[in-house]
């Protein structure tokens, strides 16, 4: 049986596609272009395996739209948001593309959005987190197909609270999605009791944390609420663990992918954290999950940071338990709140 999930992808890339081909009725192909982190921290999150992911959805789709054969292309916005927008308004421009889709980074999604909006152009947003998508930057060319730091908030904020851990200390990676994901879970964390008694920003792809740590410390804070992702996530967790935080503190993971636990589960042992799509993928027909694991096995060294979940990934216990979060029309949020 079709996941609701898949059922909306297919009608939402219809749309997408018959959109794009009105555009494109002069041209002998309908082009897609893809820009992502290709090469850097959320490289693993999505990058390559992303690409491959909509590649598939255009193979399933039959590879043509009203008899157009349909053409991949893909960039590394190098999470830049002026190399994003320069790529998606070439392509638009001279590359004859028709529908633009937006990976991680809600700094680069944003700007492509902007691109997408002026040009008249489906932009499907597929990795970026920040709300300002579907708020005070939303257009009508902007299809938010992934979740979003109001949901990631609601998940691992209140159930954080609502377990003990009141008091919060942030630490953010400096950019459009760090900011919107502390201040939503902010929001969340004072609205059921809690309290946040500091916060420190860091640059994005930071490689050295022992200062923002120190700070995290000495707040005396009952939670370190990491509201970054992929590599940043992976570099803070490791120096927790070599500061001791984790005897301390809470750390409350606040965007957590499959890829990020990988290396194992002692890295993480005591983690509280969101998973985007962990339930659903759980509950996908077997199947299908057994195709995309064939396809994932044939094309890419790594699983795909937003799809397949699999129940060994965290220690013992832990996947598909705690508690559960919010839908709000993207993707189906999982908490795993320690036991």
Same mark, same amino acid.
């Given at each position: 049986m079709e996941s609701r999930f898949t059922k909306l992808a297919v009608a939402l890339g219809a749309v997408g596609l018959m959109a794009g081909a009105m555009h494109a009725q002069a041209q002998d192909k309908l082009k897609i272009g893809f820009i992502t982190d290709m090469s850097s921290l959320y490289a693993d999150v999505e990058g390559k395996n992303g690409a491959l992911a909509i590649q598939m959805a255009i193979d399933d789709f039959g590879g043509k739209v009203l008899g157009k054969p349909i053409e991949l292309l893909t960039a590394d916005h190098q999470n830049k948001a002026d190399v994003a927008a320069t790529k998606a308004r070439e392509w638009v421009d001279t590359g004859g593309v028709t529908m633009l889709f937006g990976g991680t980074n809600s700094g680069t999604a944003l700007a492509m959005a902007k691109v997408a909006d002026e040009k008249?152009?489906?932009f499907f947003d597929s990795g970026a987190g920040s709300s300002a998508l579907t708020n005070e930057q939303c257009t009508p060319y902007t299809v938010h197909y992934a979740y979003d730091t109001v949901a990631l908030a609601k998940g691992t904020g209140s159930a954080v609270v609502k377990n003990g851990g009141k008091s919060w200390f942030f630490l953010t990676a400096d950019?459009?999605? =760090?900011? @919107?994901?502390?201040?939503?879970?902010?929001k969340v964390v004072k609205d059921n009791g809690g309290t946040v008694v500091g916060s420190v920003r860091h640059p994005l792809n930071a490689t050295d944390f022992s200062s923002f740590l120190l #700070?995290? #410390?000495? @707040?005396?804070a009952q939670v370190l609420g990491l509201a970054n992702a992929g590599g940043d996530f992976q570099n803070a967790m490791k120096s927790a663990k070599e500061f001791g935080i984790l005897k301390t503190m809470k750390v409350a993971g606040l965007l957590v992918f499959i890829t990020d636990v990988q290396p194992g589960p002692e890295e993480h042992r005591g983690l509280v954290a969101d998973d985007q799509l962990g339930l659903e993928s759980q509950r996908q027909d077997a199947r299908v999950r057994q195709a995309l694991l064939r396809q994932d096995q044939a094309h890419a060294d790594r699983h795909p /940071? =937003? /799809?397949l979940f699999r129940d060994d990934a965290l220690p013992e216990g832990r996947a598909g338990g705690g508690h559960h979060g919010c839908r709000q029309g993207h993707g189906e949020t999982q908490v795993d709140a320690d036991r």
């Open positions: 008249k152009r489906v950019y459009a999605f =760090g900011h @919107s994901l502390e201040a939503d879970t902010a #700070q995290a #410390q000495n @707040s005396k /940071g =937003g /799809g």
